[in-house]
């Protein structure tokens, strides 16, 4: 079967924005300041990587992908908050997010933490409403907040992004930066695939393999990343390129060098792929995974 990733990644983004918008109150109100900077960052773009994967796996469970919109729009709001926080001076020190001026250069560094700081609390309330409104299960409601509330913390991207900061200008094993990757990039994508499935009402296994194909993608998404960042340039990238060496960030290129990075990645991908066997119709999820791994951005 001929699939084409572009445009049914593009069909899932078009879904996503035509329903996450809805859930941001309107600019006119006294925080209005607050709602404009959330809706600044989340307009910036970007694949939509994480709401397709949440609809794809719930799709290929049997269900709707619509059943999962709910989830597709906290974790893209999850994923900006962690974003506008990344670019902040205190941590990456970005100016530039999607060839956009990051959300604290547009807006001030004080109101880009406010707006972090909303667009994670936000994916909670939608997931609960959609229990509470039968979108999806009240159990199943439950089972995703836990689920986003272990692997967007201390054990998944946010304990990641700690581990990645203590690690500046040290020199740290190939061990701990894949754990790092895991963590910070993979965990995320794990509950992608993960909460998908359980919005279906899938079962153990399928879950479990789910989980384990979100969890390689994102390592090798991440070291993808490392490679763009060396090769790559700021115009096809949309943001400054280099700045993990000048920052003194530890690296898998920076360990293994560029042509084994790349053999890595690849690698991983297929033992992603591999964990797709559980499940019928995975031809766009096959094709996903290698398209992110020969990404130029």
Known sequence: MNINVKEILSDYAEMTE???FKYLPKTDCLQGT??????????????????ALVMEFCRVCGKEPETALP?????????????????????????????????????????????????AILPYEIIAEAGIKNRISGDAALKIIRLLSELSGCKGMTGGQMIDLESENKNVS???????????????LEFCCKA????????????????????????AFQ?????????????????????????????????AGVEKAKQTALSITKQAIEQLSEFNDTDFLRELALSLTDRKF
């Not at 009402?201 to 994102?218: E, K, T």
């Not at 070291?223 to 960030?249: N, R």
């Open 174 to 188: 190939e061990a701990v930066v894949l754990e790092m990757y895991r963590m910070k990039t993979g965990a995320l």
């Open 71 to 119: 989830v597709a729009c906290a974790i893209e709001m999850t994923h900006t908050f962690s974003l506008i926080h990344d670019d902040l001076p205190c941590m990456d020190d970005d100016d530039l997010r999607r060839g956009k001026p990051s959300c604290h250069k547009a807006f001030g560094e004080a109101e880009a933490v406010l707006a972090g700081d909303a667009l």
């Open 18 to 20: 035509e329903a996450m």
């Open 34 to 51: 607050l709602v404009k900077a959330m809706r600044y960052s989340l307009s910036a773009g970007g694949k939509r990587l994480r709401p």
């Open 196 to 219: 998908g499935c359980i919005a279906a009402g899938a079962g153990a296994a399928q879950q479990l393999a789910a989980g384990s194909f979100g969890q390689r993608l994102g390592l």
């Open 223 to 255: 070291i993808t990343d490392d490679i763009l960042d060396v090769i790559s340039d700021e115009k096809t990238l949309g943001k400054p390129v280099g700045s993990d060496a000048a920052e003194g960030k530890c690296t898998y290129v920076k360990i």
